[in-house]
């Protein structure tokens, strides 16, 4: 509908920005994506994802207060965004690729990695594979076919695309499942991946966890578009928009964007609306740029409590075994911190090894240097 | 055989590819037409636009494309048309390629060579000439490689590609067709961080890459018979990890050293070769290092000639070196 006729009489820059207001504000809270009706699904996966969500939810908070209380450097959160996170995770299949942004513990978790991997990169400790290199929330696990989390924007995009090629050259049918945020979108890599994806008909999925900001930035601040999903349009691949609070719309969107990959119809752009309930991370005030009010209603809407609310009415679940089911989350986050805590700093070596496969001899030097404490 | 130096690198990538089903180049223009100076040229009809990648204009996007493919397990070969356009793809060399290994601790890595035409004397003007080897140099995890001549090429090609980390290759177009000479038609490997001694010396050391290489040949054989003045010239052909012991050993006999870059000085890699040396052979100098390099301005048009470190600018300073 062109909107522009009923807002005539307001100023066009004025008009453009209430507008898209209105347009992300219908966007937080999106209807039934369509009219089909998937079957069901089966309870031990409506389980299995409920169970990681709160896994993920408990971890957050446990992990916040930590960095409150000086035990971990940093943290950057998903509370709020954890059926987005999980509920795509759970659609990969083992041989997939998960390509993830820096908030997505959840989905290295639904993968299958020991809590152990995420929280020794948590402290850095010497368990941790990388060593203590990264700051906190900047994992990896090859095992779980996991790539490493960077810090700059969409820089992680284009990786998908290299993947999923390779994949296909080498005559197999991974799929490479890639999140980013919202700000992303605007990253120069951004529109390379999905300009590359759509020339190359890569297997490649772009999950982009709309959760309202970009550290401070409203969504409506990235873009002029209505949504991010419309983008796909102009690099010739599919778009979908998705409830990103309905785990079950997601875990069903995302399969449906593997399947497409591998079975050779080439990429999807999928739009997961949700919202970030906390912080952008450890170091962010949101209350200089979002009200109370506003978070008050998105909580009312959060996927957990949302999800609950369903598996108890349906039966799935009773409140003894949704408390139980707590009790043992918390149980296991807590002695999983524990022992992580419990190691020790890397070796001071650690620091000098993996910059090349081979130590070369100014390393060597430096290294010896580090050793003996030598003023050069 | 007889080749110059985009038949040696056309060549060796003929051979990797066929012996190698996860080499793939990509980049550019790369493909049907062999790339705008035809190094990949027949590679597209060899082994197919699957392999063989005609991409997208975007740097970004072709490294970045490229480290995906290395992650999974390819050696890809992405080439960038010129080293002037490399900026776009910056952050996914120096954020991504170069740290991968070290911040999964070693669970990844990224064998991947970037293959790309660099300097100046083309009459290129300010977006076809530069030297950007000193941005990556300074950063760790990259390896710097620079043939100046097509035996070399072809063997730092091999050994680039079998190099388990990402490899920037710079290639002197103003060699490109300018050099000719026998190169080996099977595989073999000029292995990295080997310099070479170009020209056995006794009175000082100079050392050049690329194309500046002939530049200090010349002003060598200037200098032996105008002046009796007996340089020894060092053509690093990996800069970084550099070959120290070599630098070292002939400055340690020679006393002086003269650095020629085509690069703008200041931070230049001649800047990092000299305190290397003053921190390692300092009681061995008999005169301050010199550096002989392109100025410290955009890279011109009109005045390229005046720019480049040339023979007739490297002559007096060697001089002056040895005379101090």
């Given at each position: 509908?062109?909107?522009a006729r009923h807002l005539a009489a307001v100023p066009a820059n004025e008009r453009a920005t209430d507008e898209r207001e209105r347009s992300w504000q219908r966007r937080r809270s999106p209807s039934s994506q369509s009219g089909e009706h998937p079957s069901p699904a089966p309870r031990a996966l409506k389980l299995k994802l409920y169970r990681a969500m709160l896994l993920s939810r408990r971890l957050d908070e446990r992990l916040m207060a930590l960095q409150r209380q000086g035990r971990i450097g940093f943290h950057v959160g998903h509370r709020g965004e954890e059926a987005a996170i999980v509920g795509?995770?759970?659609?990969?299949?083992?041989?997939?690729?998960?390509?993830?942004?820096?908030?997505?513990?959840?989905?290295?978790?639904?993968?299958?990695?020991?809590?152990?991997?995420y929280l020794d990169q948590m402290f850095g400790n010497e368990a941790d594979t990388g060593h203590g290199r990264q700051m906190p929330d900047h994992f990896h696990s090859r095992a779980q076919r996991c790539l490493s989390v960077s810090a700059p924007i969409g820089t992680q995009l284009p990786h998908a695309v290299g993947l999923a090629y390779a994949a296909r050259l080498k005559g197999n049918d991974d799929v490479a499942l890639v999140f980013f945020g919202d700000g992303a979108t605007s990253s120069n890599d951004f529109h390379a991946a999905l300009n590359f994806a759509g020339v190359f008909r890569a297997p490649v999925v772009f999950a982009c966890r709309n959760n309202g900001y970009a550290i401070s930035l409203p969504s409506s601040r990235q873009t002029a578009s209505d949504g991010f999903a419309c983008k796909a349009a102009a690099y010739g691949i599919r778009g979908v928009t998705v409830d990103g609070n309905d785990v079950l719309a997601v875990h069903r969107a995302t399969r449906a964007a593997i399947e497409a990959a591998a079975a050779g119809a080439g990429p999807t752009l999928l739009e997961l609306v949700t919202y970030r309930l906390d912080a952008h991370s450890s170091s962010d005030d949101p209350r200089a740029y979002r009200t109370d009010a506003e978070v008050a209603e998105a909580t009312t809407r959060e996927p957990i409590a949302r999800f609950q609310r369903e598996l108890l009415a349906s039966g799935e679940l009773d409140a003894a075994a949704d408390e139980a089911l707590r009790a043992e989350v918390a149980a296991e986050v807590s002695a999983a911190l524990d022992a992580a805590q419990a190691r020790s700093k890397p070796a001071l070596d650690t620091l000098f090894e993996d910059v090349y496969a081979e130590t070369p001899w100014h390393l060597r030097d430096a290294a010896r240097d580090a050793r003996e404490g030598s003023a050069d | 055989m007889e080749m110059n130096m985009v038949q040696a690198i056309n060549a060796g990538l003929h051979q990797e590819m066929g012996a190698d089903p996860d080499v793939v180049v990509l980049g550019e223009d790369v493909g049907r037409v062999g790339g705008v100076f035809r190094v990949t040229q027949g590679l597209h009809e060899a082994f197919g636009e699957q392999r063989v990648i005609d991409?997208?204009?975007?740097?970004?996007?072709?490294?970045?494309?490229?480290?995906?493919m290395a992650l999974y397990g390819l050696k890809p070969i992405p080439e960038i048309q010129f080293a002037d356009f490399i900026y776009p793809g910056f952050d996914q060399l120096v954020s991504e390629a170069a740290k991968y290994r070290y911040r999964s601790g070693g669970e990844y890595t990224v064998p991947m060579v970037v293959r790309t035409p660099f300097g100046g004397g083309?009459?290129?003007?300010?977006?076809?000439?530069?030297?950007?080897e000193a941005l990556f140099i300074h950063t760790a995890g990259l390896k710097v490689v620079c043939p100046s001549n097509p035996y070399d090429a072809k063997g730092l090609l091999r050994a680039s590609i079998n190099d388990p980390d990402p490899v920037l290759f710079f290639e002197p177009k103003r060699v490109y067709r300018a050099v000719k000479m026998d190169v080996p038609e099977g595989a073999y490997e000029v292995p990295l961080s080997q310099a070479a001694v170009v020209r056995p010396g006794a009175d000082v050391t100079v050392i050049a890459w690329g194309a500046m290489l002939y530049e200090a040949l010349a002003a060598a054989?200037?200098?032996?018979?105008?002046?009796?003045?007996?340089?020894?010239?060092?053509?690093?052909?990996?800069?970084?990890p550099l070959d120290l012991e070599t630098v070292l050993t002939s400055v340690r006999k020679t006393g002086r050293l003269v650095i020629v870059h085509e690069a703008p000085r200041a931070c230049g890699f001649g800047a990092e070769l000299v305190s290397l040396v003053c921190e390692h052979a300092f009681v061995h100098l008999e005169a301050p290092p010199r550096r002989v390099t392109g100025f410290d301005t955009p890279f011109p048009y009109a005045l390229e000639d005046d720019y480049l470190p040339l023979a007739h600018r490297i002559a007096p300073a060697l001089r002056e070196t040895v005379r101090f």
């Open positions: 509908m062109p909107r795509a995770a759970a659609a990969l299949r083992e041989q997939d690729w998960l390509v993830p942004c820096y908030r997505e513990f959840g989905a290295l978790l639904m993968r299958g990695a020991p809590l152990a991997t | 991409t997208p204009l975007n740097e970004s996007g072709i490294l970045g494309t490229a480290i995906g083309i009459k290129g003007g300010l977006y076809h000439s530069q030297s950007p054989e200037q200098v032996a018979g105008d002046d009796g003045i007996d340089a020894e010239v060092i053509d690093p052909r990996t800069l970084w």
